[in-house]
């Protein structure tokens, strides 16, 4: 299933913070969206899934009119992993993963084998099995991060935005996450931070700057010295790295 956001615009409290920017998203592609701190990038996912109304703009999942369609049905089609996610109240980690099902299911309809099964899988898939009967609020910020991507697993969506996934994960989880979430083989767009973990996962980037796509295309056309420069401000050397092939990325005094 693909994503394409047209000509979105977002003012907040009088700034405009996400300018005129489209973007799209093949099925099965994994499209990255980087950019500096405050350089709009939430903003501009939180208004593809539904949390922010932009003045202007369209988003389409498929054939569907996001904006004009409820959040229930969205939600069987598009998985979300946010930035933040603190609770004020506590679930066990298979309550929270369980609500991954919800969309799929009648208000009051039992939680069935198939749900159950859903769900122990997309646990085992983030390395956290064992830890059905945890309460969420105990857990760290990595496992937290990992509850919320399996929830997102056991929803089988056919989309998923996911905002820096791999923030609180040490390298092991930052790694094997990335690896999960491109094994679904559905749509990813995905805000992520670490230059040279984005060139290799994604097949597209987009790079923003206050509000605005600076460039687009693959990592390795696109992530130039100049462009790093011109984006983060910063003196760097992109080279292949020696080891693996991949981009690397030297930040120079
Ligand atoms: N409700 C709001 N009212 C006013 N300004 C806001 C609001 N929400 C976000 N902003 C501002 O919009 C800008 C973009 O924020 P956003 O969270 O989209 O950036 P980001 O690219 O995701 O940053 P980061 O990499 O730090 O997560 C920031 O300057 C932020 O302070």
Redesign the pocket.
């Known amino acids: 299933m693909n994503l394409t956001a047209e000509h979105l615009s977002i003012t ?2 009088g ?1 405009e ?1 996400v300018k005129d920017i489209s973007l799209r998203v093949e099925a099965g592609q994994f499209v990255g969206l980087i ?1 500096p ?8 996912l939180k208004s593809m899934y539904k949390v922010i109304k932009p003045q202007k703009g369209l988003v389409f999942l498929g054939e569907t009119d996001v904006l004009k369609t409820s959040e229930r049905v969205i939600a069987k089609e598009l998985g979300v992993v946010g ?1 933040f996610n603190e609770l004020n109240f506590d679930f066990t980690v298979h309550e929270m993963v369980m609500m991954g099902r919800t969309p799929h299911k009648h208000l009051m309809e039992a939680d069935n084998k198939q749900d159950y099964e859903l769900v122990a899988a997309a646990l085992e898939k983030v390395d956290l099995a064992g830890y059905a009967d945890r309460s969420y609020l105990t857990l760290s910020g990595g496992e937290k991060q990992r509850v919320i991507l399996a929830r997102a697993i056991a929803q089988q969506p056919r989309f998923l935005i996911l905002d ?1 996934p791999t923030n609180h994960l040490d390298i092991k989880y930052q790694l094997q996450i990335l690896q999960v979430v491109k094994s679904l083989n559905i749509g990813v767009l995905a ?1 992520l ?1 670490d230059l040279s973990m984005a060139a290799a996962y994604c097949d597209i980037l987009y790079v923003v700057k206050r509000g605005e796509v600076l460039a687009a295309g693959k990592p390795k056309e696109i992530l130039t010295n100049s462009l790093i420069r011109q984006v983060y401000e910063i003196d760097c050397e992109v080279y292949a790295n020696p080891v693996t092939g991949d981009l690397a990325i030297a930040y120079l005094p």
């Open positions: 907040l409290s700034a913070i950019g701190n405050g350089c709009g990038k939430s903003t501009l930035q820096e805000a931070h």
